[in-house]
């Protein structure tokens, strides 16, 4: 027997292989207990909050630094089973887990994922409802609302319409824990089709509702990080597996496009969280038999990492003043993608723009003082797990105090409601019209 080997083994951490099968709450608790014991130097386990019924909503922190955030390192989420009868996502994302603290210290890819990201997965949004559901079934089943019987993905404030809703435990949960962290890039996963759905889900003729597709400043970032998951899913790229369904080219979709939505999680994140979130529908069944679930594994582990790697996309930074402390609420944005909701700094001065590469000129507003242009290139190759870095000093004189205690918080109302017409980045195009007369004639 190799005795040093079988030394080596009793000093790793070890957790009960995880099998395929559906993990209700007192089995997910235990793996993620387990997980949390067994792997403490790299995962921290909180609940954000209880559902309906008193339940936890677990979240698993992955990362380096799993407790607490570092200037830096961005955070990234994963959020499944929003609707409780959507089911492959929530074991996908337990087998994500699996695979990350496993794969530590042995896979260079994977331990550079978590030594430069702080990931957070939340397998269950909607315990209650997925508790509820006594007899599987691929369409319908009674478990997709909360135990009040609300669709938690209506349930959120809309920038487009009021969207007059008793606002939900779950929902408020995941709102103020948004407030907690300054996550850069995030997913929720969803069944019932197979296809990458990126925002907006709602949308106004400001937005190019006219021509039945809702667009963001971000649009080229939402088709790429949309892209980048599909294409790696050997059956969701095809965008046209699911018998019934609309068929997607490449696998991707505009939300709006695909059906309007009220009240959406994805437009929420984006509009007052600064959160780039699309919507991933995994599965054509909603509840696949079990026997199915290694076969949505293989198809999504690729894609559910490189998703991940996305988040250092574009360029990140701090903004400080004449005696470098770092100054929050300073507006950080490209100059021709002003969001309604202008994206800000953090209370640790950071700011992260998810952007391509290319050039670009950023504009940093401090309230009160004059605007900063600064010309960027965002190179083809990007850094190793890392955004391109460029911090920003004020050298101004003039009192800064004011920006440490005002309020910047946009209010949660249809902000695209005040908005005057749109800009040309989403004027509609007579290429873009013909197309819409061919889809209304041959659908």
């Given at each position: ?247 997607f080219p490449n696998g991707i979709t505009n939300g709006y496009a695909w059906y309007p939505l009220q009240g959406g999680m994805q437009d929420y994140n984006y509009i007052w969280a600064q959160c780039f979130e699309i919507t991933l529908e995994l599965s054509c069944c909603k509840y696949p038999r079990e026997e199915k679930l290694p076969y949505f594994w293989n198809d ?144």
């Amino acid at each position: 027997m190799d005795f040093t080997r079988l030394w080596l083994g009793l000093l790793l951490p070890w957790v009960a292989a995880l099998d395929f099968k559906y993990h209700h709450q007192e089995e997910m608790e235990a793996f993620l207990k387990s997980v949390a014991q067994n792997y403490s130097s790299i995962t921290h386990l909180h609940s954000v909050g209880k559902s309906v019924k008193g339940r936890n909503l677990w979240v698993l922190v992955v990362g380096r630094y799993p407790k607490e955030h570092r200037v830096g390192i961005p955070e990234f989420k994963y959020v499944a089973n929003m609707h409780g009868d959507e089911t492959v996502g929530r074991e996908m994302l337990l087998h994500l887990i699996d695979y990350l603290v496993t794969n530590h210290g042995k896979d260079t890819e994977i331990t550079k994922l978590i030594n430069n990201t702080r990931i957070h997965i939340m397998p269950s949004m909607n315990p209650d409802g997925f508790e509820s559901v006594k007899k599987p079934d691929c369409f319908y089943n009674s478990g997709r609302g909360n135990s009040n019987d609300y669709d938690l993905n209506r349930n959120f404030p809309d920038a487009f319409e009021y969207n007059n809703v008793s606002r939900q435990p779950e929902t408020l949960a995941i709102m103020k824990w948004l407030k907690t962290e300054t996550f850069v890039l995030s997913a929720n996963l969803h069944g019932g089709a197979l296809v990458a759905s990126y925002p907006f889900d709602n949308g106004v003729q400001a937005t190019g509702a006219l021509l039945s597709r809702s667009v963001t400043p971000d649009d080229d970032v939402f088709q790429h990080l949309a892209y980048t998951y599909a294409s790696r899913n050997p059956n969701m790229v095809k965008g046209d597996q699911c018998k019934n369904k609309m068929n997607f080219p490449n696998g991707i979709t505009n939300g709006y496009a695909w059906y309007p939505l009220q009240g959406g999680m994805q437009d929420y994140n984006y509009i007052w969280a600064q959160c780039f979130e699309i919507t991933l529908e995994l599965s054509c069944c909603k509840y696949p038999r079990e026997e199915k679930l290694p076969y949505f594994w293989n198809d999504n582990k690729a894609s559910l990492i490189e998703y991940i790697k996305q988040v250092h996309l574009g360029i990140k930074g701090q903004v400080f003043d004449q005696n470098r402390n770092p100054l929050p609420n300073v507006i950080v944005e490209v100059q021709d993608r002003k969001h309604i909701c202008p994206f800000r700094t953090n209370k640790f001065g950071e700011y992260y723009l998810l952007l391509l590469p290319g050039s670009y000129t950023i504009n940093v507003t401090v309230p009160g003082h004059d605007s900063h242009l600064t010309k960027m290139v965002i190179p083809e190759k990007s850094q190793d797990f890392s955004a391109l870095k460029k911090d920003f000093l004020f050298p101004s004189e003039r009192k800064l105090d004011s920006i440490l205690v005002s309020n910047p918080s946009c209010p949660m109302i249809p902000l695209y409601k005040t908005m005057p017409s749109h800009s040309a980045a989403t004027k509609p195009s007579l290429f873009l019209f013909s197309l819409t007369l061919l889809r209304i004639f041959f659908k």
